[in-house]
């Protein structure tokens, strides 16, 4: 989880605050130079879901955005982080089921147990709505920390549905992941000779854990040594519009954020996260796959997406590895992401 995501919640907006359902209306998005700007709920995996649309001309080729956390859209921000893109692709948002807006839609949803498989499940789902809803092919899939595992997942379950998956601060597979961050810093707090660190960082031992709070408590750490050595983004980035602001919607989010921690490290370090084993999905794709990675990166680290990059088999594949960026998205991260997507010159 990034601090930037722990802002607000989604407030619903007047224009779905009426419709009983607040579905996303039917677009006519089969001819050129139509703009296309929607905000509701889709019924996907028998909830109703967030989603939002937004492009400039309905012709561009349609990008969905797989968000970290699992509990931290990025819909409150992404018109600041990405709204230029939108005179050249169209660009999806989506709050995954346990959170933000979906989470508030659903409050039942506490009870249930978040997976892998059924989230796997939401995002092809509504990669196949939007297909049909744009009048594409196919899409682009793109997806950072949380978000490039279960974008894996969805590109290995229904890999027709996409053109190709940009990854981002790339998780690979929990015990490997798991001991690169702890063993690094270990290793950059005793040549600080940060003791208060040194002294947290072993009092947990080396993973795995059982105790849900470890993986904060690393988590801390590794946002302050990369905090160290990268350029971070600019705060207005992480500023939410003031629409998703309000008290509830506030309320609504945290209560989704806290309940998809748990479900993701579980009570005793057997959420989803001890799970995460994405060389055992398969190492061959049918899609380009391009992966970009901070050189300060403590959470997932360079080192190990570069061997799990080495090890896949794909019609194209591309490794970015950006100076000054860590595991958080920056400026060079957003413009490296660009870079790749103009160059797949999709139509």
């Not at 509504?126 to 997942?153: D, E, Q």
Request: hydrophobic residues 40%.
């Amino acid at each position: 989880m990034t601090r930037y995501f722990l802002a607000a919640m989604l407030l619903l907006l007047p224009m779905c605050a009426s419709a009983k359902n607040a579905n996303i209306p039917v677009v006519k998005c089969s001819h050129d130079n139509r703009a296309v700007n929607e905000e509701g709920f889709v019924s996907i995996g028998g909830i109703q879901q967030w989603v939002t649309i937004h492009g400039a001309d309905c012709s561009n080729p349609v990008l969905l955005m797989i968000h970290g956390g699992p509990g931290n859209p990025l819909s409150p921000y992404a018109a600041k982080v990405y709204g230029a893109w939108e005179k050249e692709f169209t660009i999806v948002q989506w709050d995954q089921r346990g959170a933000g807006k979906t989470f508030g839609r659903n409050p039942g949803m506490a009870d249930s147990e978040l997976t892998i498989e059924q989230m796997t499940q939401d995002g092809t789902e509504l990669a196949s709505y939007l297909i049909r809803h744009l009048h594409k092919k196919k899409i682009i899939l793109t997806g950072g920390s949380w978000g490039s595992y279960l974008s894996v997942h969805m590109a290995k379950s229904r890999p027709e549905l996409f053109h190709a998956y940009i990854g981002a601060g790339q998780m690979v597979n929990y015990a490997q992941n798991q001991a690169s961050s702890y063993q690094k810093i270990l290793a950059l707090a005793n040549a600080a000779n940060d003791t208060k660190t040194l002294s947290a960082i072993n009092a947990l031992g080396p993973p795995p854990w059982t105790n849900p709070r470890n993986f904060g408590i690393l988590r801390r750490a590794t946002r302050v040594y990369e905090a160290k050595s990268t350029t971070p983004a600019p705060e207005s980035w992480w500023v939410p519009s003031p629409e998703y602001t309000t008290p509830a919607m506030q309320a609504d989010y945290e209560a989704g954020e806290d309940y998809s921690y748990l479900q993701f490290v579980g009570l005793a370090g057997n959420g989803m996260l001890s799970r995460v084993d994405l060389p055992k999905l398969g190492l061959t794709f049918e899609m380009p796959i391009f992966l970009i990675q901070g050189e300060q990166d403590l959470v997932t680290t360079p080192e190990v997406a570069k061997n799990y990059y080495d090890s896949i088999a794909a019609p194209k594949k591309e490794y970015v590895l950006l100076a000054r960026t860590g595991h958080d998205p920056n400026e060079a991260m957003i413009d490296a992401q660009y870079k790749i997507l103009k160059s797949l010159a999709i139509k």
